[in-house]
């Protein structure tokens, strides 16, 4: 069998082991891989098709420092697949919640601020116009 999730530098081959079935294997995580929860999607050999669904959590580099940040709009603010308000939304944060800021690039202006944050739970941006950054958010590679 064969696991893949966007973080993994490539397919991992899992080897079966029996009672109680379950399969193993190794990762190679891609270097810029968002520390957090990825899904896993596995493929069974010869039946073409995804056959199981599992989560795997990728830790935060013990380099990298994840800045915490507050929600400061009082509707809360949107997760958005890319750093544009037209962008999906993925999910959303509630007023004053204290969120994991993992870095920040330039991205469409809300209320004038350029600024997007890259959230890892769940996976997005978030707009840094209701977000106050609690420190220095390194710009994303």
């Given amino acids: 069998m064969q696991a ?34 990825h899904q896993v ?15 795997f959590t990728v830790p935060a580099a013990p380099n990298s420092k994840v800045v915490k940040g507050i929600v400061t709009s009082k509707a809360g603010v949107f997760v958005r697949r890319q750093p544009t308000s037209n962008s999906t939304a993925v999910g959303a944060y509630r007023y004053r919640q204290t969120i994991n800021l993992i870095c920040k690039k330039a991205g469409q202006p809300v209320g004038g601020n350029r ?17 106050k950054a609690q420190g220095a958010v390194p710009n994303c590679k």
Avoid at 6 to 34: C, E, H, I, Q, S
Avoid at 41 to 55: D, Q
Avoid at 115 to 131: H, I, L
């Fill in 41 to 55: 999607v596995v493929a069974g050999v010869g039946c073409g098709k995804w056959v199981a669904r599992g989560k």
């Fill in 4 to 37: 893949r999730s966007d973080a993994f530098a490539k397919p991992v081959v899992l080897a079966k082991k029996t009672k109680p079935l379950m399969y193993t294997g190794r990762a190679a995580v891609k270097a810029n891989a968002v520390p957090g929860a």
């Fill in 115 to 131: 600024a997007w944050y890259r959230v890892n739970m769940p996976k997005g941006w978030v707009t840094a116009r209701y977000v």
